[in-house]
């Protein structure tokens, strides 16, 4: 019997058969349903994912990639005969393919709503409410115009006539959920430029979204009576009146009753569920997009742990991964450049590029004003320009209510996919985020004043580390003649929102990001605080960011605070002399990222246990600091670090010095600049802190690696603490063969000497790069020489104040 009608043509095919009985009883799969559906999916997955490790090097979004295999698969690039297209994508299965594309559209949709804090609208800035409402005014007025001009010169088909001032403000609209999901694609969500214009987007998409809810509902009211578009909006409201008053309560229910640390019970799941499809429904009944209830009922879900985590882990890699292709897939196949009149494709291309126009001047004066760097103002331009998944489903919509024809919405497609295949690589050459951590003036500890302020920013990415962080912060000796006024950061991952998070904690204010395991680590700082009034100020922060972007915030942060040293924990823990704990795998690259980007000095803590638990510092009436210093800045850095830890009346300092006696003999007295501050530096620590009840300084003399490996062993058990630089002459004959054996590149050699897996040592170690100036030729890795440039520090892993938009200095 006739089933459906595609294009004016009747489909026949047999309704009960949906299985195949298999091939040895004489049944071809593709003739069946169930099986179709499974190659159609599973073929669409392929080639998204194949497209993406292809394109994502160059720059590409994941809009790209489904698009394009979308386009790919439909009859732009194949003739309706062709049997592979015809075999796996037969007539009779846009039914079934159609309903799991929108299936997982809607889903998708629902969890970028869970994403989004809508909080954000009450922190956005001025500067973001004025580009976003301009960059959705200029364009759509200038496009209007243009369309007006276009209608009272040229000739052109009844269709695009009728649907012109459609094509034009359809193309000037921007979604909130698009510019999200590009900057997590270009790994830009935590950067300045990213929050500029996240904020920017939620404003210009909310006008967006209610000019386009506006415009559909009058124009569904024409095929009907007067008062369908009063019922229509009616009906809409009551529904958004559903999901505030009774489901979001129902939610934040479900939320309270999960405890601190607790996963989800099914049923609630299950709840979560079914309000999913109810609202779905409720949308296709109101004549409403199905989309239309789950993207409001996502922005009403809590977002992050315990309910917006779970929904996404759950949904998030099933949905992208293999639902959301089959909807590109089903959308391509409606783009058939082939029937495209030429003069269409100029009227829609002019459009296009009066809309790329409009969206740049609205966004680039008004950031030039605010005096933002132009190519960052050009890049957040580009970035408000670019078009997604929503826009593909408003055309889809369009379409639908007969506001524009097919022509229409395959050109406006492929002019989508190429405006935003240029614009992401273009962005991704343009702004450069590391550009804004570089600090042209020294912030290290070295050429800090002794007896002022020493700002410092500690990393916790488990409240396990609080301890031995607290222990380094007493070791550092904050007095009130030298007081330290310190930072810390609690990095939580970023699940179940779409926007990064930096939270500031005040005294005697709750938030909900607490529920982490931030409280104990901000009880435990507060209460040293307090013994140590005066001498130390504690600043308390929670960043929740993607891994891969953390080390953006840190960077950030110490800029801003002007912090003279970076502490970050390595990403495995010991207790005495059992690796307890292996931190995520990630973390390790966000380390290393920090390394590389740091407007500061960094170090590096391997805690082997004690500086925690009982053998921590409170339990000890002298603590014991090594200090191994060679050569180098990074060196001099850690012994500037000792010496501040020298004044502490509980602790003793060695400082042991190892002196290349090859190079004592030929060069003695070479005058080297990098020597003379290193003689320097030792100089004042023997002058000021030498002939102390509790510090040595004595110099061990070896002539290579085997020597300098064994007095490196014999210090290994005589100490609480070793510092060590990170970076040292990778041509000394004192660290020939070590860089072969370099397990942790992020360590350099004598850190990883010490923390690798085949070390017997049982004590900490501080691990210190010292800040390197840009033009100094040492930035990201130093001189040939260094063993920065030795290491495979690859990021192998992996989308703050919001009253601040753009910093002002």
Known sequence: MPDSIIN??????????????????????????????????????????????????????????????????????????????????????????????????????????????????????????????????????????????????????????????????????????????????????????????????????????????????????????????????????????????????VMLWIVRRTSDGKSLKEGHILAVFMMILGCSFFSEVIGHHLIMGPMFLGMATPEGPPLGSALVSKLDSYVSSILLPTYFTVSGSNVNIRTAHWETVAIISVLAVCNLIGKLLSTVLPSLYCNMPPLDAISLGLILCAQGITDILILQHAMRLALIDVESYTIMSITMVLTTGIITPLVKFLYKPSKLYLSHKKRTIEHAHPETELRMLACIYSQYQTPSIINLLELSNPTAKSPICFYVVHLLELIGRSAPLLITHRPGRRHPAQLHGSEHMINAFRLYEQSNEGAVVVNLFTAVSPYVTMHDEICSLALEKRVSMVIIPFHKQWSTSTEVEELPKPIRSVNQQILRNAPCSVGILVDRGTLTGTSSMSSKTIYSIGMIFMEGPDDREALAYVMRMGEHPNISITVTRLVDSNKKKKEAGDGCHDTEQDDRIVNDFRIAHVGKKHHVYKEEFVSDSVETVGVIRSMENSYDLLLVGRRHDTESPLFMGLTEWNEFPELGFVGDMLASADSGCEVSVLVVQQQTLPGTGRRNGGTSNNSMDQDSCTVVDIPRKYSRVWPSS
Not at 84 to 101: C, D, E, G, L, M
Not at 152 to 175: C, D, H, N, W, Y
Not at 203 to 210: A, K, L, M, N, Q
Not at 219 to 237: H, K, N, P
Request: with cysteine.
């Open 8 to 249: 004016d043509t009747w489909i026949c095919h047999h309704n009960h058969n949906v299985r195949s009985r298999g091939i040895f009883l004489g049944d071809s799969p593709f003739n069946f349903a169930t099986p179709v559906l499974f190659v159609q999916l599973s073929v669409s997955a392929l080639l998204t994912a194949v497209l993406q490790l292809l394109l994502t090097p160059l720059g590409q979004s994941a809009f790209f990639s489904q698009m394009l295999t979308g386009i790919l698969t439909g009859p732009t690039f194949w003739n309706g005969d062709n049997p592979v297209i015809t075999t796996i994508y037969p007539r009779k299965s846009q039914y079934v393919n159609k309903t799991f594309a929108l299936f997982g559209c809607m889903l998708f949709l629902f969890l970028v709503g869970v994403k989004t804090d809508l909080s954000m609208v009450k922190r956005t800035g001025k500067k973001a409410v004025i580009i976003g409402v301009l960059s959705f005014v200029v364009p759509i007025t200038l496009n209007t115009i243009v369309a007006a001009i276009i209608t009272a010169t040229i000739e052109m088909g009844p269709e695009v006539r009728k649907s012109i001032f459609f094509i034009a403000s359809f193309q000037a609209l921007t979604s909130f959920h698009v510019v999200v999901c590009l900057l997590a694609d270009l790994n830009l969500l935590n950067s300045e430029l990213g929050r500029l214009a996240t904020s920017s987007s939620l404003v210009s998409g909310t006008c967006s979204w209610c000019w386009a809810i506006v415009t559909m509902t009058f124009m569904q009211g024409r095929v009907g009576r007067q008062e369908t578009v009063i019922w229509m909006f009616l009906s809409l409201s009551l529904l958004l009146i559903v999901i505030v008053y009774v489901l979001r309560p």
